[in-house]
T-cell receptor
């Protein structure tokens, strides 16, 4: 079974600084997808970024980028130029090609300080 | 931008009562999901639904849970006899493709409080 581990329950960063959130996962599948979702205080789950495991190039979306290390089964999220609106819970998630259930990590609560 | 809508946003019920949570997925999506998040804990998969039947379910999704797509737009989660531990945020999601490639679009959630 796939597991997703986020080892940082809470993190904080100063506005305009860069922060990296860690995620590791375990799977025996060769093809899969990894996601970062953001959950602001409104509680809605919002997709931040997505990475296909077969792609070597790290995904980027504006200020958000990932460092995908397939051999190490690591998928960290880097947020550059942090903004107050980035304050949220961030969930790492795994989607395998053999099933329909997306597995989530326990989340990292990020606070951006002014 | 298309969105997944959920009703009610918050429901309070007595233990043992039946609850129905409703979702309207994005209209051209084919895969539908329910997830649960107990306060302060991780988001947990409950069930996925495709082609008018359950495609996968977790161990949480026991006999007290059921899902239905009664018409072309709604997707419902029914909890037959609620327990205290069913108190959680329930998220509906939909996607246009299945398996790992699915990018889930989530609704805003329905908060269920069981007293």
């Amino acid at each position: 079974a796939q597991t997703v581990t986020q080892s940082q329950p809470e993190m904080s960063v100063q506005e305009a600084e860069t922060v990296t959130l860690s995620c590791t996962y375990d799977t025996s599948e060769s093809n899969y997808y990894l996601f970062w979702y953001k959950q602001p205080p409104s509680r809605q789950m919002i997709l931040v970024i997505r990475q296909e495991a077969y792609k070597q190039q790290n995904a980027t979306e504006n200020r958000f980028s990932v460092n995908f290390q397939k051999a190490a089964k690591s998928f960290s999220l880097k947020i550059s130029d942090s903004q107050l609106g980035d304050t949220a819970m961030y969930f790492c998630a795994f989607g395998g090609d053999n099933n329909n259930d997306m597995r989530f990590g326990a989340g990292t609560r990020l606070t951006v300080k002014p | 931008e298309p969105e997944v809508t959920q009703t009610p946003s918050h429901q309070v019920t007595q233990m043992g009562q039946e609850v129905i949570l409703r979702c309207v997925p994005i209209s051209n999506h084919l895969y539908f999901y329910w997830y649960r998040q107990i306060l302060g804990q991780k988001v947990e998969f409950l069930v996925s639904f495709y082609n008018n039947e359950i495609s996968e379910k977790s161990e949480i999704f026991d006999d007290q849970f059921s899902v239905e797509r009664p018409d072309g737009s709604n997707f419902t989660l029914k909890i037959r006899s609620t327990k205290l531990e069913d108190s959680a945020m329930y998220f509906c999601a939909s996607s246009d493709v299945g398996r790992g490639a699915n990018v889930l679009t989530f609704g805003a959630g329905s908060r269920l409080t069981v007293l």
